[in-house]
C-alpha cells in the first residue's frame, strides 16, 4: 500500500510541474509597451470544506504564473453525549495551473498534517475522562477550477480532492479569497 502511495504522489507532483512549465510562452515576463508582464503573486482565503476539512484559513505564494504554493490551518471541533473531538489540521500542497490569465484548471499535491484530540466521559461518573490523541499525514490530490485575477482581487476555487492514507475518501471544496498585485 506505501509503495502505490508513494506512486500516486510521486505521478501527481510530476504531473503538477509539467503543467506548470509547459505553459506556451515566449518569455516568462516579457516586456510588454515598457513595462513588466506581471501578475498576483499572494492569496489569502477561507476554506469551506477541502484540504482543511470543514473550514481553514490558508495562504499561497505563486512564484510563476502558472505554479503555486499554498499552506494553511484548518481546525475543527465536535461533541455529542460523551464524546469530544478536536482535530487541527495543516495542509501543505504544490499547484500546477494550466489556462489564461485568469481562469484556471489546477491540479495539486501534497499532505494534510493531521492532529487529533478525543475525550470520552464516563456516561456514569463525570470526573471520570479518557483522554486519546494521536497525529499523522494525509496524502492529498485535486484538480478543480481556479480563479486568480491576473492583476489582484477577488479569488475562488472549486476543487475535488481525494485525501488517502490506508483508504481514500474523495471531499470536494471551494475557497473564497483575495489575490494581492
Not at 471541533?77 to 478536536?86: A, E, M, T
Not at 498534517?113 to 463525570?126: G, I, R, Y
Not at 483522554?131 to 485535486?142: A, K
Request: hydrophobic residues 45%.
Amino acid at each position: 500500500m506505501r509503495t502505490q502511495t508513494c506512486l500516486v504522489i510521486l505521478f501527481v507532483f510530476a504531473l503538477t510541474f509539467v503543467i506548470a512549465y509547459a505553459q506556451p510562452s515566449k518569455q516568462p515576463f516579457a516586456v510588454k509597451d515598457g513595462t513588466s508582464d506581471s501578475f498576483s503573486k499572494f492569496h489569502l482565503s477561507a476554506d469551506l470544506l477541502g484540504p482543511g476539512f470543514f473550514g481553514s484559513v490558508n495562504g499561497g505564494f505563486r512564484p510563476m504564473k502558472h505554479f503555486t504554493i499554498t499552506g494553511g490551518l484548518g481546525y475543527f471541533s465536535y461533541s455529542f453525549l460523551n464524546l469530544s473531538i478536536k482535530s487541527w489540521q495543516l495542509p501543505m500542497y504544490l499547484s500546477g495551473l494550466a489556462g489564461g490569465d485568469n481562469h484556471f484548471l489546477e491540479v495539486s499535491a501534497g499532505g494534510i498534517f493531521v492532529f487529533v484530540s478525543e475525550t470520552v466521559s464516563s456516561a456514569f461518573d463525570s470526573n471520570l475522562k479518557e483522554n486519546l490523541s494521536s497525529s499523522g499525514v494525509l496524502g492529498l490530490v485535486g484538480v478543480g477550477y481556479r480563479y486568480w485575477p491576473l492583476t489582484g482581487g477577488f479569488h475562488f476555487r472549486a476543487n475535488v480532492y481525494y485525501f488517502f492514507r490506508q483508504v481514500g475518501v474523495i471531499f470536494p471544496g471551494l475557497t473564497f479569497g483575495y489575490a494581492f498585485p
